[in-house]
């Protein structure tokens, strides 16, 4: 598996998901130089508890909902995520609104994503 050492690597991904065996795996293969997530519970939290272990620095956006407003307030801070990525690992339930945005976001920047396989 290649290694990306320089990597800024987005995780994003649905805050139900406890657990993610595949997205640990990955970090570690990676070796990020930093983990930029969202700050919330699930797949988030997973992403932070792992940077926090393993030494690498976190970066956590939260939503701006002053600025923004609680509509757009998620959608803006999924794209800013995306945005400081190099990379970025998705970990979806399939449900979640705010996973698919990050997802697009991706897309429309054209950063390189990986949709891991849930536990």
Partial sequence: MVKYKNEVVAVVGSRGIQHCAALARRLAELEPAEVVSGGAAGVDALAAAWARANGVPLLELRPDYA???????????????VKRATRVLVVWDGRSKGTLSALRAARRLGRPMELLPLD
């Fill in 67 to 81: 600025t923004h407003g609680p509509t757009a307030a998620p959608h803006v801070r999924n794209a800013e995520i």
